[in-house]
């Protein structure tokens, strides 16, 4: 049996004394919560903030992004040491905002601009094998767009990314991994994924990871689903068997809704 997650984007919102107040609603609310991994990941200005008001609960702190390198002249960037400092145990790697590929503005974007988000299939794989040799628990984020859903790519999306963000990962850390599957027209839309549809392409991320690393390992491992999980989708999408959890960003931002996935999840 695995144990679910339910884990918060928070993104690019909440100063300090906003991450604050919504810290102590999730703690307050489902602080203490059995039978499900809750992870507040918080922008990095925020993350000793929420750690100092999640102590004494069961709440974990994620950061949303990490470097590969423990340190050096890498202006703006963070490593895993240095989220280890701030309390965190679980990073967010390759979310698809950071991978350029954003699902409602993916038009407009330029390449200039997807080069300054800039993660790629070698940086992810990077970025996963640090987070691992540090001891954090990463969040590895894939997803097609809706150009690839389209035209019939999804599956060859998918499998390309789990295969690329885990290449030369030894077997036995898989279990260690948490894979995110977030449809990238999902993200922020309001047009979640249909339930059925989520757990296929999660039981395909988990058949590719058993190809890797023998069944077992793949069994172990959770998987998630990201991409407008409410309240009100939750209870179809968490009860699917091969759907371990959420990856939550806009349900996230206020404690009584996030709270509500929570609770859905432990169930
Ligand atoms: C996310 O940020 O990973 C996400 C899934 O966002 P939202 O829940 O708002 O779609």
């Excluded at 850390?173 to 999660?202: M, S």
């Excluded at 998987?223 to 009100?232: A, R, T």
């Excluded at 349900?251 to 996030?258: H, I, N, P």
């Amino acid at each position: 049996m695995r144990t679910p997650i339910m884990a918060g984007n928070w993104k690019m919102n909440c100063d300090n004394e906003e991450a604050a107040a919504l810290a102590k609603g999730v703690v307050d609310a489902v602080g203490q919560v059995a039978d499900c991994q809750v992870v507040l990941c918080p922008p990095a200005t925020a993350l000793t903030t929420v750690a100092e008001c999640i102590k004494g609960s069961k709440i974990q702190l994620g950061a949303q992004n990490m470097f590969w390198e423990e340190k050096g002249a890498f202006t703006g960037e963070l490593s895993a040491k240095m989220l280890l400092s701030c309390g965190c145990s679980f990073v967010i790697i390759g979310h698809s905002e950071r991978r350029g590929r954003f699902g409602a503005v993916a038009e407009d974007f330029t390449e200039e601009l997807r080069r300054v988000f800039g993660d790629t299939d070698a940086s992810v794989n990077r970025k996963l094998k640090a987070a691992l040799a540090a001891g954090l628990t990463p969040i590895v984020c894939v997803g097609e767009l809706i150009s690839e859903r389209q035209a019939g790519m999804t599956d060859a999306i998918v499998s390309d990314q789990v295969r690329a963000a885990l290449d030369g990962v030894e077997a036995d850390a898989l279990p260690d991994i948490v894979i995110a599957y977030e449809p990238v027209w999902a993200i922020g839309t309001g047009e979640v994924c249909d339930a059925q549809e989520a757990n296929r392409v999660c039981g395909l991320i988990r058949k590719v990871v058993g190809d890797i690393g023998g069944a077992s390992r793949a069994e172990a491992m959770r998987v998630l689903y990201g991409g407008s999980v409410k309240p009100d989708n939750i209870d179809e999408l968490i009860a699917q068997p091969e759907i371990d959890g959420g990856l939550v960003g806009g349900a996230s931002l206020k404690a009584d809704s996030f709270a509500a996935l929570v609770n859905a999840a432990a169930k």
